[in-house]
């Protein structure tokens, strides 16, 4: 009963969120949703302007953001008088907005998994306290959890949470679903977040969860996320199959570049 209640309440809040969305996210959301899922298909036309402002009741003007928006993510393409069509079902999440995995997947229209391996209360090693900003050996709560899409292994999850936050997980099932929506919901702040991508060997554990070779090269993503006052809560060793996930910077000589993570349609 209380998993339901749960549950019943994370799905009212992601309809509220929805609906608070403006006209030309929403829009740009629900087409993102059919290209994903193959409602649209690649080489197919996306509906035109008139027949989008006419399913939601919307001027041209968000309509055409929406559009644009989807052209900027290389997810259409068109314009300049030619009808826009769909170039690929792979969406890009960019890092300028922190999110969790779990909430990007669901934006591709596919289903997000996990499958935790560990949890545990551990002395911070030296590495974590320098990243955490604590003295070594402090106790830190340490969790491994395999990511899936669709059920397929596409990232490993090394993560470590300061212990006060860390603790709330520890009456949490972390394979129910995001962790950083329970924390959200238990008033933890995780609002700011920077992210380093390198490339890493698979060592034995990658190897085994992953289903991949020894030595085989992952991306890494490592994250720092912080509370809006700057404190470190979380820090993160995030491991992706390159041949499911990539990386790619969209940039300008006007904007700063902004850190695209998307999935590889198979």
């Not at 499958?115 to 491994?144: K, M, N, W």
């Not at 899936?148 to 709330?168: A, C, H, K, N, Q």
């Amino acid at each position: 009963m209380r998993f339901r209640n749960r549950l019943r309440r994370r799905v009212i809040t992601c309809i509220v969120k929805y609906m608070e969305l403006p006209m030309h996210e929403r829009i740009a959301v629900e087409l993102r949703r059919q290209i994903a899922t193959g409602e649209l298909a690649v080489a197919e036309p996306v509906p035109s302007e008139a027949q989008l402002c006419a399913r939601w009741g919307a001027s041209r003007g968000p309509v055409r953001q929406a559009l644009a928006a989807l052209r900027a993510e290389g997810m259409i393409g068109g314009g300049r008088g030619k009808p826009p069509v769909v170039l690929r079902q792979s969406l890009s999440q960019p890092f300028a907005t922190f999110v969790s995995f779990s909430s990007w997947v669901r934006g591709l229209g596919r289903v997000p998994g996990q499958r935790t391996q560990e949890i545990a209360l551990r002395r911070a090693s030296a590495d974590v306290a320098d990243a955490l900003d604590l003295e070594e050996g402090t106790p830190v709560v340490q969790l491994l959890r395999l990511r899936l899409i669709d059920d397929e292994p596409t990232m490993l999850e090394r993560t470590t949470f300061i212990e006060p936050v860390g603790r709330l997980l520890f009456d949490f099932d972390c394979d129910s679903g995001s962790l950083y929506a329970h924390l959200a919901e238990q008033d933890v702040d995780m609002s700011l977040a920077r992210h380093r991508i390198d490339a890493v060997a698979a060592d034995p554990t990658d190897s085994s969860l992953l289903g991949v070779p020894e030595g085989f090269p992952l991306l890494r993503e490592s994250r720092i996320a912080r509370s809006a006052d700057g404190s470190p809560v979380e820090y993160s060793d995030d491991r992706y199959r390159p041949d499911r996930v990539g990386f790619t910077i969209e940039n300008s000589q006007q904007a700063q570049p902004a850190l695209l993570r998307s999935w590889q349609a198979s």
